[in-house]
């Protein structure tokens, strides 16, 4: 079967699964990367605006993606 003729990327449901364990997995792993960041930086609150800077743009990447990654047209 060529996957080259599919019209939409049919891979992508190989992450859905270590993107939801990963979802479960953050509360976790947010206090280690604020805790790193903190002390790499010597200031806490610049740690905390990384973490929610990359948050948002997850985010923003996600609604951006959307269409492409479920089939929908532009």
């Known amino acids: 079967l060529p996957f080259f003729l599919i019209d939409r990327p049919l891979f992508l449901y190989h ?27 010597k200031d806490r609150s610049f740690a905390y605006a990384f973490v929610i800077a990359v948050v948002i743009l997850t985010f923003i990447s996600a609604i951006l993606c959307y269409p492409t990654t479920y089939g929908f047209l532009w």
């Open 15 to 41: 992450y859905f699964i270590a993107f939801l364990l990963l979802l479960l997995l953050l509360p976790r792993i947010a206090p280690r990367i604020i805790t790193a960041l903190a002390r790499t930086s």
